[in-house]
């Protein structure tokens, strides 16, 4: 879901309507990324904001309060001494690409008057911001791109600014339509799937559009061909057009393609943001988009203008970028911390495996011992019976020609106690090891069910806690690990509540310190604990006032434990329950780590419908 070219030049637009002559009052740098350039224009204040972060790039009006850090990066200098107090003359797009250009009228270093352009490239991981001079010469970039990174296309101080290469694609407004369509039958043609079914023709011809609009004006050209009928005297030709279908199919599009794009020429966009039921993003344009209108789970949101739309769907997803930034870089370092504990669990039970032969080793150094006299000096092995076997079969035995016979039997003794002292320092460490691994698949369990930036910020907390990640806030001697202060560790947000359907409270901990917290301190002893069993996730409290609980509450509570864990995808989830004072925490052990007895099992299979029942708005 990115900004296309056909929802910009409706963007741009706007923005020549509201902001063309207006002042440049002041330019902020938010972050590596963004820019915010306050404008008073039409007798008001306008916040611009432009991007060029890969997953929100984007040129609108905002309305946001926005807070720029203390220092200005040298990039935000630059602007601000160059752009500041000058005028926004136009603002325009080359073509139908992802390209806008921001002219303003300013004064150079010796106060006389030229012009400058910020050139918005918004194309996601190709995004960026660049001031260039008034013969489109590359005064400097927010990215700078060097030609041992694109040879094609420096991004450099004083290099001529190229324009991103041309796509050799159609307008639709500067085309007749029987082109268009003659370009979009050889199109269809040459994919080798149905064209009823295949949209990416439509997006390699058609100029301005992304793959979701390509596949809006298939689903419009397939409604208008249903939709026309076949008249007395357009028997021969409806006969025709059917017999190709590719031809039939790209005239319907070129018309639609057509109508689109000159609704949006002439202000007459309809911008529209379509969401899931619990109010995720699902798409957005600057059109209504039939294929999602006939969806009826995702609800439809009107905007006034492509602008206000624009800056409240980036904002969405910014803060959910932010969050999901969050827990990608906390997953990336709780799976290394896996992968760390899982390499030295191998190694320990490695050790172990090496171990069982000690008993080998001993018996052989007795044999030798038994067999003396039989053994040569300098011999490099020896046959002896083996007293140790009913039988009593005779064995050969390796010997190390360099020692004597009693040597080698002390050599194998000495392997012998070795192992022997493997074994117990082996089995003093897998409980630790096998612990440690429990506890982080409990916090990557945590971090793929976290729903807000709040839970994933608990979770950061709890790992700087522990000792796996730093805090730049918190000082460090040498390689000592230093945990919180005892005030912070002890903040903590609200657990997630529910209420099944008779009417219990469940309460479903969102990461192990909640889980602690739950299990140890708001739970009273006769009230239900649930735990999904033999995978990693959430503690679940099902409050019974002392009551028995209906069966009802306890599988809706069991569900409750198996969507938030790990096993939440799976069918038939078994789910451990027990009273609270059959819970206990062990001494030392690690947040959200329990043992527990007498308890029973349910096998429930979580689903997102009743999931959101549950939910106590």
Same mark, same amino acid.
């Given at each position: 879901?990115?900004?296309?070219?056909?929802?910009?030049?409706?963007?741009?637009?706007?923005?020549?309507?509201?902001?063309?002559?207006?002042?440049?009052?002041?330019?902020?740098?938010?972050?590596?990324?963004?820019?915010?350039?306050?404008?008073? $224009?039409?007798? =008001?204040?306008? =916040?611009?904001?432009? /991007? !060029?972060?890969?997953?929100?790039?984007?040129?609108?009006?905002?309305?946001?309060?926005?807070?720029?850090?203390?220092?200005?990066?040298?990039? !935000?200098?630059?602007?601000?001494?160059?752009?500041?107090?000058?005028?926004?003359?136009?603002?325009?797009?080359?073509?139908?690409?992802?390209?806008?250009?921001?002219?303003? /009228?300013?004064?150079?270093?010796?106060?006389?008057?030229? +012009?400058?352009?910020?050139?918005?490239?918004?194309?996601?991981?190709?995004?960026?911001?660049?001031?260039?001079?008034?013969?489109?010469?590359?005064?400097?970039?927010?990215?700078?791109?060097?030609?041992?990174?694109?040879?094609?296309?420096?991004?450099?101080?004083?290099?001529?600014?190229?324009? &991103?290469? &041309?796509?050799?694609?159609?307008?639709?407004?500067?085309?007749?339509?029987?082109?268009?369509?003659?370009?979009?039958?050889?199109?269809?043609?040459?994919?080798?799937?149905?064209?009823?079914?295949?949209?990416?023709?439509?997006?390699?011809?058609?100029?301005?559009?992304?793959?979701?609009?390509?596949?809006?004006?298939?689903?419009?050209?397939?409604?208008?061909?249903?939709?026309?009928? $076949?008249?007395?005297?357009?028997?021969?030709?409806?006969?025709?057009?059917?017999?190709?279908?590719?031809? $039939?199919?790209?005239?319907?599009?070129?018309?639609?393609?057509?109508?689109?794009?000159?609704?949006?020429?002439?202000? =007459?966009?309809?911008?529209?943001?379509?969401?899931?039921?619990?109010?995720?993003?699902?798409?957005? /344009?600057?059109?209504?988009?039939?294929?999602?209108?006939?969806?009826?789970?995702?609800?439809?949101?009107?905007?006034?203008?492509?602008?206000?739309?624009?800056?409240?769907?980036?904002?969405?997803?910014?803060?959910?970028?932010?969050?999901?930034?969050?827990?990608?870089?906390?997953?990336?370092?709780?799976?290394?911390?896996?992968?760390?504990?899982?390499?030295?669990?191998?190694?320990?039970?490695?050790?172990?495996?090496?171990?069982?032969?000690?008993?080998?080793?001993?018996?052989?150094?007795?044999?030798?011992?038994?067999?003396?006299?039989?053994?040569?000096?300098?011999? $490099?092995?020896?046959?002896?019976?083996?007293?140790?076997?009913?039988?009593?079969?005779?064995?050969?035995?390796?010997?190390?020609?360099?020692?004597?016979?009693?040597?080698?039997?002390?050599?194998?003794?000495?392997?012998?106690?070795?192992?022997?002292?493997?074994?117990?320092?082996?089995?003093?460490?897998?409980?630790?090891?096998?612990?440690?691994?429990?506890?982080?698949?409990?916090?990557?369990?945590?971090?793929?069910?976290?729903?807000?930036?709040?839970?994933?910020?608990?979770?950061?907390?709890?790992?700087?806690? +522990?000792?796996?990640?730093?805090?730049?806030?918190?000082?460090?001697?040498?390689?000592?690990?230093?945990?919180?202060?005892?005030?912070?560790?002890?903040?903590?947000?609200?657990?997630?509540?529910?209420?099944?359907?008779?009417?219990?409270?469940?309460?479903?901990?969102?990461?192990?310190?909640?889980?602690?917290?739950?299990?140890?301190?708001?739970?009273?002893?006769?009230?239900?604990?649930?735990?999904?069993?033999?995978?990693?996730? /959430?503690?679940?409290?099902?409050?019974?006032?002392?009551?028995?609980?209906?069966?009802?509450?306890?599988?809706?509570?069991?569900?409750?434990?198996?969507?938030?864990?790990?096993?939440?995808?799976?069918?038939?989830?078994?789910?451990?329950?027990?009273?609270?004072?059959?819970?206990?925490?062990?001494?030392?052990?690690?947040?959200?780590?329990?043992?527990?007895?007498?308890?029973?099992?349910?096998?429930?299979?979580?689903?997102?419908?009743?999931?959101?029942?549950?939910?106590?708005?």
């Amino acid at each position: 879901m990115a900004l296309d070219g056909l929802t910009l030049r409706g963007l741009i637009t706007e923005l020549n309507q509201v902001l063309a002559g207006g002042r440049l009052e002041k330019v902020y740098q938010l972050d590596e990324g963004d820019l915010l350039l306050n404008l008073y $224009a039409g007798g =008001q204040q306008r =916040q611009l904001y432009l /991007s !060029c972060h890969p997953a929100r790039a984007r040129v609108c009006l905002t309305t946001e309060k926005w807070t720029a850090p203390d220092t200005p990066p040298a990039f !935000c200098m630059l602007l601000r001494k160059r752009l500041q107090g000058g005028r926004l003359e136009e603002v325009t797009q080359e073509g139908f690409d992802r390209v806008a250009r921001l002219r303003f /009228s300013a004064r150079d270093e010796m106060g006389h008057p030229t +012009e400058y352009t910020l050139v918005a490239e918004v194309m996601g991981r190709h995004s960026n911001l660049i001031l260039l001079d008034a013969g489109d010469e590359i005064v400097d970039a927010i990215k700078r791109i060097p030609a041992s990174i694109n040879r094609h296309r420096e991004i450099l101080p004083r290099r001529p600014y190229k324009l &991103p290469p &041309p796509q050799e694609k159609l307008d639709p407004l500067a085309v007749a339509s029987k082109q268009l369509a003659s370009a979009l039958a050889d199109a269809f043609e040459q994919g080798a799937a149905d064209p009823a079914r295949n949209w990416r023709p439509i997006l390699e011809t058609i100029d301005g559009i992304g793959p979701g609009l390509a596949r809006e004006l298939l689903n419009r050209a397939l409604i208008r061909l249903e939709r026309e009928p $076949a008249g007395p005297a357009d028997e021969r030709q409806t006969a025709d057009r059917d017999a190709n279908t590719h031809q $039939a199919l790209a005239e319907a599009t070129a018309r639609e393609a057509q109508a689109a794009f000159r609704a949006v020429a002439e202000g =007459q966009s309809k911008p529209v943001s379509y969401h899931s039921p619990d109010g995720a993003l699902e798409d957005f /344009s600057c059109l209504v988009l039939s294929l999602r209108e006939e969806d009826p789970h995702l609800k439809r949101r009107d905007y006034n203008t492509i602008n206000e739309m624009i800056d409240s769907v980036f904002l969405g997803k910014q803060v959910g970028t932010g969050r999901e930034d969050l827990r990608n870089n906390l997953r990336r370092a709780v799976v290394g911390e896996i992968k760390k504990a899982g390499q030295r669990l191998t190694g320990l039970e490695r050790r172990l495996k090496e171990a069982e032969q000690a008993e080998e080793l001993r018996r052989k150094g007795e044999l030798i011992k038994t067999n003396l006299f039989r053994i040569e000096e300098g011999a $490099a092995k020896a046959e002896v019976i083996d007293y140790y076997h009913p039988e009593q079969p005779a064995v050969e035995i390796e010997l190390d020609p360099t020692k004597t016979p009693i040597e080698n039997a002390q050599r194998l003794f000495k392997r012998y106690e070795k192992l022997k002292r493997t074994v117990k320092a082996v089995h003093r460490l897998l409980p630790g090891i096998e612990q440690e691994l429990e506890y982080l698949r409990s916090v990557e369990a945590a971090l793929d069910g976290a729903e807000t930036t709040a839970e994933v910020e608990e979770i950061r907390q709890e790992l700087v806690q +522990e000792g796996y990640i730093k805090d730049k806030k918190q000082r460090r001697r040498g390689k000592d690990r230093q945990k919180l202060p005892s005030r912070q560790r002890q903040a903590q947000g609200k657990p997630r509540r529910f209420v099944t359907s008779d009417g219990l409270t469940v309460f479903v901990g969102s990461n192990n310190r909640q889980n602690d917290y739950l299990t140890t301190k708001q739970a009273g002893p006769d009230d239900l604990w649930l735990h999904v069993k033999d995978f990693p996730g /959430s503690h679940a409290i099902l409050e019974t006032a002392g009551q028995q609980p209906p069966e009802t509450s306890i599988i809706e509570a069991a569900m409750l434990a198996a969507y938030y864990s790990k096993a939440r995808n799976s069918a038939n989830v078994p789910v451990d329950y027990t009273l609270i004072r059959h819970v206990r925490k062990p001494k030392g052990a690690k947040p959200g780590m329990v043992i527990y007895d007498h308890h029973s099992t349910v096998f429930v299979t979580p689903e997102d419908e009743t999931i959101g029942e549950l939910r106590d708005q």
